[in-house]
């Protein structure tokens, strides 16, 4: 069973930084693509980020040279951590904050564009950049 649980969401100032983690079970395949995406209330969902099995990342435009996306993995126990360290927030970036998987690879669709494609996703954790 596929599991994914958020944390590090909260407030913060403009200008100011965030790290999102992700703790994702039940995975042990070895080709994947994980990614943040986010939705603000009364907009649609857009992709953020995205990171594949080997490596690869992907940004949306608005956020590249701000935010970076990584990855551990433990496989010997099928757990992987997704981390998203966020800088130089601005109102904009406010939303719900979802992590993602897919069992496939990011080369495989455009997953930032169309995060809808993500098999598996987590409950979301808040982050909100107000002054």
């Known amino acids: 069973q596929v599991q994914l649980v958020e944390s590090g969401g909260g407030s913060v100032q403009p200008g100011g930084s965030l790290r999102l983690s992700c703790a994702v079970s039940?995975?042990?395949?070895?080709?994947?693509?994980m990614g943040w995406f986010r939705q603000a209330p009364g907009e649609e969902r857009e992709g953020v980020a995205v990171i594949d099995s080997d490596g690869t990342t992907t940004y949306r435009h608005s956020v590249k040279g701000r935010f970076t996306i990584s990855e551990d993995n433990d496989k010997d126990n099928a757990k992987k951590t997704l981390y998203l360290q966020m800088n130089s927030l601005n109102s904009e970036d406010t939303a719900m904050y979802y992590c993602?998987?897919?069992?496939?690879?990011?080369?495989?669709?455009?997953?930032?564009?169309?995060?809808?494609?993500?098999?598996?996703r987590g409950q979301g954790t808040q982050v909100t950049v107000s002054s």
């Open positions: 993602a998987i897919d069992l496939f690879s990011c080369h495989y669709s455009d997953y930032v564009s169309a995060p809808g494609r993500f098999g598996y």
């Open positions: 039940g995975v042990s395949i070895s080709t994947y693509c």
